[in-house]
C-alpha cells in the first residue's frame, strides 16, 4: 500500500492504546510487552485486511467504539472520528473495470488527510483560513477525477451509480461549506465537525462501490 501523505499532527494508535490498557498488568515484564506488541501488529493488519474491501471500516468501528463504551462522555466524538479520518489515508493498489481508480483513491486520501487537520488548525485564524484553501482544492480534485471516471466509463449502470454518488457528495460538499460560514459567526466547532466527518462518510462511500466494481 502507498502512504498518501503526511500530516503535521500525529494521530494516536487507538489500536496500541486500547491493547495497551488491557494488558498494563503484564507491560513490567518482556514478555508480555512482546506479547502486545505482536498483538497489536495482528489487530492492525486485521483492519487493514478489511480496510481494502470496506473503506472507512476503521472509522466506522473506532467511532461506534467511542459512542458504545460512553467515551462520548469525556472525549468529543465528532472532533475524534475527524482527527481518526486520516488512520486510512493509504491508497491499496488493485485492478477494477472502473479507469482512474488510482488518482480517485489518491484525491480521496488527500481530502480526507486534510480534514483530518481541521481540528488542529482551527484555533490559529491564518492557518485555518489556509486550511480551508486546502479542503476546497482538495474537493474539486477528488470531484474532477470522479468525473473523469464518469466521463471514461460507457454509458450503464456503473456510471448511473457513480453520478448518483457524485451527487450526495456535492450535496454534503455544500452543507460543509455552510457549516464553516456558521463557524465563523458563532464560532462553535460541533456542526462542522459533523458536517466535515459526514464529508469523509461520503468519500468513503464513494471508494467503497469503485473498490468493489471490479
Not at 502507498?2 to 503535521?8: D, K, R
Not at 460507457?154 to 454518488?165: A, E, F, K, M, P
Request: proline share 4%.
Amino acid at each position: 500500500m502507498v502512504p498518501a501523505g503526511g500530516s503535521s499532527t500525529p494521530i494516536p494508535d487507538p489500536i496500541k492504546l486500547t491493547l495497551a490498557q488491557v494488558k498494563s498488568p503484564h507491560l513490567n515484564d518482556a514478555v508480555g510487552f512482546e506479547k502486545m506488541q505482536a498483538d497489536v501488529a495482528n489487530v492492525r493488519r486485521s483492519f487493514d485486511s478489511v480496510e481494502r474491501t470496506l473503506p472507512g471500516f476503521t472509522w466506522i468501528f473506532l467511532r461506534g467504539f467511542m459512542e458504545r463504551f460512553g467515551l462520548k462522555d469525556c472525549v468529543d466524538i465528532e472532533e475524534m472520528s475527524l482527527r481518526l479520518s486520516a488512520l486510512d489515508n493509504e491508497i491499496p493498489m488493485y485492478t477494477s473495470i472502473v479507469p482512474h481508480t488510482y488518482d480517485l483513491e489518491k484525491y480521496a486520501a488527500e481530502l480526507k488527510l486534510v480534514l483530518s487537520r481541521i481540528p488542529s488548525e482551527i484555533s490559529s485564524r491564518n492557518e485555518f483560513i489556509d486550511l480551508i484553501k486546502q479542503i476546497a482544492g482538495a474537493i474539486k480534485n477528488f470531484l474532477d477525477c470522479i468525473r473523469s471516471v464518469i466521463s471514461a466509463l460507457s454509458q450503464g449502470v456503473i456510471s448511473q451509480d457513480l453520478d448518483g454518488h457524485t451527487v450526495n457528495f456535492v450535496d454534503y460538499s455544500k452543507r460543509f461549506s455552510s457549516a464553516l460560514k456558521g463557524f465563523f459567526r458563532d464560532h462553535k466547532t460541533n456542526e462542522l465537525y459533523a458536517s466535515a466527518n459526514m464529508l469523509v462518510q461520503q468519500t468513503n462511500l464513494i471508494l467503497l462501490f469503485i473498490r468493489n466494481t471490479r
